[in-house]
């Protein structure tokens, strides 16, 4: 695998949009796939320890994906993502928001916006994640590192009791 | 109760004093001046703010002036670089399921 795969990451503080851009070496087809099919998704989307357990996934305009972050103890961190825009192969646009586990999203969520670009057999994607405010943006961060890194639950406890004022 | 920088930034206004004294030191008076709202609404937001530990006060002469604590705000950045490292494992793993699905292929 080639080392010069680009990958760069970004936060705008004054619209709070974290933009994304990494390469694959993998042609557009199968990154998309790889983006837009539960069995892939699941293989790669939850940081490790933890891991991605899609519930169900109608990835159509108006479809929805229900998954959950699990961790090594069992803790489900469920989450709703809602497909608003698809062109095959190249764009998708979905609304993202943490949820309960009967399908309750906790708004607001964060907007997504996905594309896809292929040269000389290399994808690029390229990853927009608006937030309505950056404390959400600290949510998600310590959502994924809920579990096996540095946080403890106690602080994650303080931090949700402080986000719901 | 403990607060943190993401709660002082969530707020608008609280984002504009940031901004405010980020250049130089104020007085309440002062930055109170800059706001539409009440001198109160202003004075609960530098409260917040200072129980954030992202600003100080500082007694000069009869004033008192606040001033942004640069350190506090590099938090954010701390903060940001772990949502990267996210990202940066995630992808790691979707290469290795790439390479392992092209591989199944051939």
């Given at each position: 695998m080639k080392n010069s795969l680009l990958f760069d990451f970004t936060l705008d503080k004054s619209t709070n949009t974290v933009f994304i851009n990494r390469e694959f070496e993998a042609n557009q087809s199968l990154v998309w796939d790889a983006f837009t099919k539960q069995e892939i998704l699941d293989q790669w989307w939850?940081?490790?320890p933890l891991i991605s357990k899609t519930?169900?996934?109608?990835?159509?305009?108006?479809g929805r994906r229900f998954y959950a972050m699990v961790t090594p103890e069992g803790q489900e961190r469920w989450s709703i993502q809602k497909y608003t825009s698809i062109s095959p192969k190249t764009n998708f646009k979905m609304l993202n928001a943490f949820a309960d586990k009967d399908e309750n999203p906790e708004l607001p969520g964060s907007e997504w916006d996905l594309n896809f670009s292929e040269q000389n057999g290399t994808t690029k994607v390229s990853i927009a994640i608006y937030n309505e405010s950056l404390a959400r943006l600290e949510k998600m961060i310590e959502m994924g590192f809920?579990?096996?890194?540095?946080?403890t639950l106690n602080y994650l406890d303080q931090l949700l009791a402080s986000l719901k004022q | 109760m403990r607060r943190d920088v993401f709660q002082a930034i969530a707020d608008p206004t609280r984002r504009a004093i940031i901004v405010l004294i980020a250049l130089q030191a104020m007085t309440p008076n002062a930055i109170a001046g800059?706001?539409?709202?009440?001198r109160q609404a202003i004075s609960k937001h530098l409260r917040i703010l200072t129980e954030c530990e992202l600003i100080t006060q500082e007694q000069q002469g009869r004033e008192i002036y606040y001033q942004l604590e640069v350190k506090k705000m590099k938090e954010i950045d701390k903060w940001l670089e772990q949502f990267r490292k996210i990202w940066e494992s995630r992808f790691n793993q979707l290469d290795e399921v790439l390479l392992t699905i092209k591989k199944n292929k051939k």
């Open positions: 939850a940081p490790k519930k169900f996934m109608n990835f159509e305009v108006g809920k579990e096996g890194f540095t946080m | 800059h706001f539409d709202t009440t």
